[in-house]
């Protein structure tokens, strides 16, 4: 079993220690003086229980403990502070969220009690997102599978989306980052009430006409429906209605939040829905900004500059696809594992799979039945030996 560390921090080493004599033995203990070194042990290791004294030089604790909530969401988080006014307390837990408050001098079997509540609140927490990642990864797989197979290119953007999604999202400091890829994934999902050769018109990028334009921009509510079925997606299901509202409030809904009332991974996805619309490349450029720009009253301002930087760097440093042996091959001998760099596609020009796609157990089976009624286009040109993500992470489903 993972160690489950409680890190204490407090600007009096003295009082450090005399925790450290007091608890030892009885639970996987670290310690920092100050702010500053305690973020830094965050990113290193695993912390449960993060204690925190309020009066701090440089960073008091409740500066810490809003950071922490931010780092690492599921760490529980206490206050301990010798200054016990009301105001304190108020601040402490509707900015720091905080699990409990103790004031100095604590009484030391009341202390190891709260340390006991946080481990154990602890541990609900990461059995929940363990739940999310691993069983819902099912559920996700089903509906992305679904949309694979009813309109492959709508699904290859959507894939390109979720991609940049888990470049940003790191620097972004994206509270529950799995929720973002899987709403990237899951925002076309309403395209399933749409007619065949209205989606067969929109892969091809030809104009449709008014009442189809309307059902199109209908389709989040669709999706946010089904999304709506599954337990815990009900975050997921408001991006996903959310996806082409602008931050000026104008789109759709018509009716709705606006500006950073819109939830972040709508204001995101708003942005990064639009760049795989335009772009012709893995990458978004500069030139694909500018485009955007023609709309600003679409986007939030601060973030479409923060990922433009940040997808701005990537693109310069030319960190295209994963490595691999590049090879051309009959679509007979596709493996799974094996990365799309062009369309697989049919004689009939039906594309069955889009570039920049890992061929699956469940993709090949699909290769494999078309086989027996289509030729395809071949060969195929490949990355062979290029590392996936792994399949049973919500995150990358």
């Excluded at 008091?60 to 304190?88: C, F, H, W, Y």
């Excluded at 091959?329 to 004689?347: P, R």
Aim: glycine letters at 6%.
């Amino acid at each position: 079993m993972a160690k489950r560390n409680i890190l204490f921090v407090d600007d009096d080493d003295n009082l450090l220690m005399a925790i450290r004599r007091q608890l030892r033995g009885k639970f996987d203990l670290l310690t920092s003086v100050g702010g500053k070194h305690a973020l830094e042990l965050l990113k290193e290791q695993e912390i449960a229980v993060c204690v925190a004294d309020m009066r701090m030089p440089n960073m008091d604790g409740l500066q810490l403990l809003e950071k922490v909530q931010q780092v690492s969401p599921e760490t529980v988080r206490i206050m301990l502070t010798g200054n016990a006014d009301q105001a304190t307390a108020i601040d402490a837990i509707n900015k720091g969220r905080i699990f409990r408050f103790f004031s100095k001098p604590y009484d030391s079997d009341l202390l190891e009690q709260g340390l006991n509540d946080a481990l154990r609140q602890y541990r609900l927490i990461t059995a929940e997102k363990s739940l999310i990642e691993e069983t819902l990864a099912g559920s996700v797989k089903v509906l992305t599978d679904v949309m694979a197979q009813m309109n492959p290119a709508i699904f290859g953007r959507a894939m390109k989306v979720k991609g940049w999604c888990d470049r940003i999202v790191p620097e972004l400091q994206y509270p529950r980052s799995w929720e973002l890829g899987v709403a990237a994934l899951l925002c076309p999902i309403g395209m399933v009430s749409m007619p065949p050769d209205v989606l067969a018109r929109l892969a091809q990028g030809k104009p449709l006409q008014p009442l189809e334009r309307d059902l199109m921009l209908r389709t989040p509510e669709v999706g946010r429906k089904l999304i709506s079925n599954i337990p815990r997606l009900e975050a997921i299901a408001e991006i996903v209605l959310l996806q082409f509202r602008n931050f000026d409030g104008s789109g759709f809904p018509e009716k709705g939040p606006t500006g950073e009332g819109i939830p972040l991974g709508a204001r995101i996805l708003r942005i990064l829905n639009d760049l795989a619309e335009i772009g012709v490349t893995d990458l978004p450029t500069d030139i694909d900004f500018e485009q955007l720009e023609r709309h600003k009253h679409r986007y939030d301002p601060a973030l479409f500059t923060t990922i433009r930087n940040l997808l701005a760097i990537v693109d310069e440093e030319g960190d295209l696809p994963p490595e691999g042996r590049e090879m051309a091959v009959l679509v007979d001998k596709l493996q799974v594992n094996d990365y799309l760099m062009t369309d697989l596609e049919t004689t009939e020009d039906r594309v069955v799979l889009t570039h920049g796609t890992y061929i699956s157990e469940v993709r090949l089976e699909r290769i494999r039945a078309f086989q027996r009624l289509h030729k395809f286009r071949e060969p195929v040109q490949i990355l062979r030996g290029a590392k996936p993500a792994s399949s049973h992470s919500v995150v990358n489903a």
